[in-house]
């Protein structure tokens, strides 16, 4: 199984601060943030349990509450920034959930998915934030490469 880690810096874990806000919006009975947040946990999840393909990009299955069925496609590979990747929960409101990430394999062989950075994307397809992000995500995982086992440690994962 894969597990999920959140990247902390300064004390904050962006993503995981990011998604409980979506949930505290859902829990005050906002509904858009409340498919939101159950997407984003679904997706989670299925990157959990579910191996990437070779091509990195992985859809999933939803049910609406009414039963239909989505389709979103959860990940895909940055092109021109690999080894980053992102978690993708298209909704036009709130918005279109992004956080990126990175794979790390263990000494055991046991894969970790390290969240650096998230946004709610509205409108601009490829807002420049996004691309601060990404690019702070980069300079993560540069430094987590130099020695991930401290980091791991630091998040309270000890390989």
């Known amino acids: 199984m894969t597990k999920i880690i959140f990247w902390e810096e300064n004390g904050v874990k962006e993503v995981l601060v990011q998604i409980t ?12 943030a409340q498919h939101l947040a159950r997407y984003i946990l679904e997706g989670l999840d299925i990157l959990k349990t579910t191996q990437l393909p070779p091509n990195q990009k992985l859809q999933a299955f939803f049910k609406e509450d009414n039963g239909d069925p989505r389709t979103l496609s959860i990940t895909k590979p940055f092109p021109n920034n690999p ?5 993708r929960i298209n909704r036009s409101v709130p918005g279109a959930f992004r956080a ?3 794979e790390y394999d263990n000494d055991d062989n046991e894969k970790i998915l390290i969240f650096t950075k998230s946004l709610l994307k509205k409108g601009d397809p490829n807002p420049p934030e996004l691309q601060v992000k990404i690019i702070e995500s980069y300079k993560i995982y540069l430094e987590f490469l130099k020695n991930p086992k401290k980091y791991l440690e630091r998040s309270g994962h000890v390989e």
């Open 100 to 102: 990126i990430y990175f």
């Open 83 to 87: 080894p980053l990747l992102e978690l």
């Open 21 to 32: 806000e979506i949930a505290r919006l859902g829990i005050a009975g906002d509904k858009d």
